[in-house]
T-cell receptor, first 114, second 110 residues
């Protein structure tokens, strides 16, 4: 029973390129969450998705960032026209239906913008 | 939305010392409370959680936390730390979704 799978583990992009981060939730989990961890900072909530729906995107920057969780396939966090400030670790977590569920985290994708 | 405060940014202890990491939250509804640990270079792992019932929660690796509703606190404790406890510790509160504190870096000197 694989856990939350994120790929790639490391991603290097030049300024202005696009970054695509993938997250496959645990089997049976229908809720996906994306967090960003900046150096010396904690985890910042970005977006909460269920299949084909964005439930809460209050933590997403207004521009260049988007997320989706299609009916089939992994959740994708997309960053367009990356800038150096986007360099961070991006963690995905999933949980099953219902309240009172803890999250299971993936190993993260470390994005470096050069 | 809920918020979480962790007051200690970096704690340095010697092995066998006792540990207490503070966590306060704000949220108007029913909350679930969590502590996660992140070892260097790894992802977050669940240490313990509180949903209801006994406010003193036992977790893995000898950690425990006490939920004090009147103080909106959920402090993490361990009577005797080990070098292998060196990590970053995150308190989290789940209302509609989960929000994390800024984390406390624990360094245990051998």
């Amino acid at each position: 029973n694989a856990g939350v799978m994120q790929n790639p583990r490391h991603l290097v992009r030049r300024r202005g390129q696009e970054a695509r981060l993938r997250c496959s939730p645990m089997k049976g989990h229908s809720h996906v969450y994306w967090y960003r961890q900046l150096p010396e900072e904690g985890l910042k909530f970005m977006v909460y998705l269920q299949k084909e729906n964005i439930i809460d995107e209050s933590g997403m920057p207004k521009e260049r960032f988007s997320a989706e969780f299609p009916k089939e396939g992994p959740s994708i966090l997309r960053i367009q026209q990356v800038v150096r400030g986007d360099s961070a670790a991006y963690f995905c977590a999933s949980s099953p239906e219902g309240q009172g569920s803890g999250y299971t985290f993936g190993s993260g994708t470390r994005l470096t913008v050069v | 939305a809920q918020s979480v405060s962790q007051h200690n940014h970096h704690v340095i202890l010697s092995e066998a010392a006792s540990l207490e990491l503070g966590c306060n939250y704000s949220y108007g509804g029913t909350v679930n409370l969590f502590w996660y640990v992140q070892y260097p270079g790894q992802h977050l792992q669940l240490l313990l959680k509180y949903f209801s019932g006994d406010p003193l929660v036992k977790g893995i690796k000898g950690f425990e936390a006490e939920f004090i509703k009147s103080k909106f606190s959920f402090n993490l404790r361990k009577p005797s730390v080990q070098w292998s406890d060196t990590a970053e510790y995150f308190c989290a509160v789940k209302g509609n979704d989960m929000r994390f504190g800024a984390g406390t870096r624990l360094t245990v000197k051998p």
